[in-house]
């Protein structure tokens, strides 16, 4: 399995770096016949992991522990959203937070109403909730589910493929078959990851050029960037979850909340509140038609789907392998219903304060007359938004360690993941392992990059392979939907709710029938505990008769 993925990964990073035009449009060409043909189907199969996480933790399985009953979750609330929220969209959100809502203001997408400023605002906003909320976290409790309900609940190992024990049996899941999988899951968490990691260092190149420190964006400089941090992300990562990760996921946090607290007061507070109803209000009414927004609405949709939606779920569900192995490995202890509650509920709130305070902060400026989407190097426009209020350079200084923060925690955790991965499931996977593929994903974000300069832009390059590497795995989701669904079926929890309410039914129905509608009573009382029978007696018999 390790040989097969590291084959894969170093073919990828040799053809790009022999070749990165080649790659370039192979990829670009790939993702056109995609999009034609199967953009719909990442549109839909979005949809329904959301709707399968949020029915089981209202259904009758949203009580069964993800661990033996009674147990105590083994990470404070605290430090588990921190984890949980810095791992899975940590960059994402400084790179998109202030870009995505300018965009869509400056830009409406397909078939919106643009008639006036305010509704192009809420638009805008609405619009970028519909991507960071119920979605992506949707889409990881899924994954995560999965995980820990095989390792915690059912002691299998912590593999993609024990998942499938349910749906293929134990000998097919530890065959071929379920390599296949545990393969797929890397190549997807490999790219994802890297998409991640290219992001972060394009906003940290941007900041420096923002700064005065560089005058221009190289490939270079964005080598040299993923150089540094990869070193960081390293040493975090063999110190483990526990010590590493945990008290940056922690550092990171407040550091957020901190610099959302500034822009919030130093920022236009009452024009930010005020649209606060209003842009919830329009995700609601108008999540259904985002939700169902395919090429069909004509134009130039299936571009701008690419670009943003599509592209968005294929960054989720490439990250799902490691997000949701990593939510796994920290959640045991907590019920179906708390855990999606937690992944779900929690993080979408939070990035709802978020992109609505620093993208209406951001579009406040722009119509300002401040332009700060006249550059297309969105990876600067934050540093910029930032430039328009008090002690920026202190701020800007502030929110590139955020960047490198949210960069170490996320390549840590991914370095770890693929590391168990690839070493059967054990919980700590060896050093040299977490090492190599931390290397490996550098790598490939490298390349990644590299083929977007001989494409396009760095941005398309980072989007278009991620979708790419996205769409088998989306495949195997689906069936691992219905594996835990059926596992769920035979949980010993489940197993005795439905025999008691069989039981039930039966003894009320034997009760009626042999007693008649007016002269039965099937009374509840405690019950009584009885004391343990008297060990036996010598001469009394065999014991085990007894």
């Known amino acids: 399995m390790f040989l097969t993925a590291a084959a894969f990964t170093l073919a990828f990073v040799a053809w790009g770096a022999i070749s990165d035009e080649t790659l370039a449009q192979v990829a670009e060409n790939l993702l056109a016949g995609l999009m034609r043909y199967g953009g719909w189907a990442f549109v839909l199969v979005a949809g329904v992991f959301v709707v399968f996480a949020l029915w089981l933790a209202f259904s009758k399985y949203g009580q069964i522990p993800l661990g033996r009953e009674g147990e105590e979750p083994q990470y404070t609330t605290v430090s588990w959203v921190a984890m949980m929220f810095a791992t899975g969209m940590g960059i994402g959100l400084v790179f998109y937070g202030v870009?995505?809502?300018?965009?869509?203001?400056?830009?409406?997408?397909?078939?919106?109403?643009?008639?006036?400023?305010?509704?192009?605002?809420?638009?805008?906003?609405?619009?970028?909730?519909?991507?960071?909320?119920?979605?992506?976290?949707?889409?990881?409790?899924?994954?995560?589910?999965?995980?820990?309900?095989?390792?915690?609940?059912?002691?299998?190992?912590?593999?993609?493929?024990?998942?499938?024990?349910?749906?293929?049996?134990?000998?097919?899941?530890?065959?071929?078959?379920?390599?296949?999988?545990?393969?797929?899951?890397?190549?997807?968490?490999?790219?994802?990851?890297?998409?991640?990691?290219?992001?972060?260092?394009?906003?940290?190149?941007?900041?420096?050029?923002?700064?005065?420190?560089?005058?221009?964006?190289?490939?270079?400089?964005?080598?040299?960037?993923?150089?540094?941090?990869?070193?960081?992300?390293?040493?975090?990562?063999?110190?483990?979850?526990?010590?590493?990760?945990?008290?940056?996921?922690?550092?990171?946090?407040?550091?957020?909340?901190?610099?959302?607290?500034?822009?919030?007061?130093?920022?236009?507070?009452?024009?930010?509140l005020d649209l606060v109803p209003g842009a919830v209000a329009t995700f609601f009414q108008d999540f259904f038609e985002m939700a169902g927004r395919t090429q069909a609405v004509g134009g130039n949709t299936a571009e701008w789907l690419s670009t943003w939606t599509v592209f968005y779920w294929a960054w989720w569900i490439s990250w799902t392998p490691f997000v949701g192995l990593f939510i796994a490995k920290i959640s045991r202890g907590r019920t179906i219903r708390e855990f999606v509650a937690g992944v779900i509920v929690v993080p979408s709130v939070v990035s709802l304060i978020w992109f609505v305070i620093f993208g209406c902060t951001a579009i406040h400026f722009q119509q300002s007359g401040v332009d700060l989407a006249a550059s297309n190097q969105i990876e600067a426009q934050f540093y910029g938004m930032l430039q328009n209020l008090p002690w920026s350079g202190v701020v800007n200084v502030v929110l590139a360690v955020l960047v490198a923060i949210f960069f170490i925690t996320g390549a840590d955790s991914a370095s770890i993941v693929m590391g168990t991965l690839t070493q059967g499931g054990v919980d700590k996977p060896r050093l040299a392992m977490t090492v190599l593929w931390g290397m490996l994903i550098a790598a490939v974000a490298a390349i990644m990059l590299l083929v977007g300069e001989g494409g396009s832009t760095a941005i398309d390059g980072l989007q278009n392979i991620t979708i790419l590497g996205a769409a088998p795995w989306a495949i195997v989701m689906l069936l691992l939907c219905v594996a835990l669904l059926k596992g769920l079926r035979r949980d010993p929890l489940a197993v005795r709710e439905r025999k008691a309410r069989e039981l039930m039914d039966e003894a009320v129905i034997t009760g009626a029938r042999t007693y008649g509608e007016s002269g039965f009573q099937f009374p509840v009382a405690p019950a009584r505990r009885e004391e343990a029978p008297p060990p036996p007696r010598k001469g009394d018999g065999d014991a085990s008769e007894t």
């Not at 299998?156 to 998942?163: F, G, R, V």
């Not at 749906?167 to 390599?179: H, N, S, V």
């Open 99 to 272: 870009a995505e809502p300018l965009a869509h203001y400056v830009t409406p997408p397909p078939g919106t109403d643009a008639a006036s400023e305010s509704q192009r605002t809420l638009t805008a906003i609405a619009t970028t909730l519909f991507h960071w909320t119920l979605y992506p976290w949707g889409i990881y409790a899924v994954v995560g589910l999965a995980i820990a309900y095989t390792t915690f609940r059912r002691g299998h190992s912590q593999l993609i493929s024990a998942a499938f024990i349910p749906l293929f049996g134990e000998r097919a899941a530890k065959g071929p078959l379920g390599k296949a999988v545990d393969v797929i899951a890397i190549l997807a968490t490999l790219f994802g990851s890297a998409c991640s990691l290219g992001l972060g260092a394009l906003q940290i190149a941007g900041g420096f050029q923002t700064l005065g420190w560089t005058s221009q964006t190289t490939f270079g400089l964005l080598f040299l960037i993923i150089a540094a941090i990869m070193a960081c992300y390293l040493v975090s990562a063999v110190s483990g979850i526990a010590r590493g990760i945990k008290w940056l996921s922690n550092t990171n946090m407040v550091m957020a909340v901190l610099l959302l607290v500034f822009v919030l007061v130093t920022g236009p507070t009452v024009y930010i």
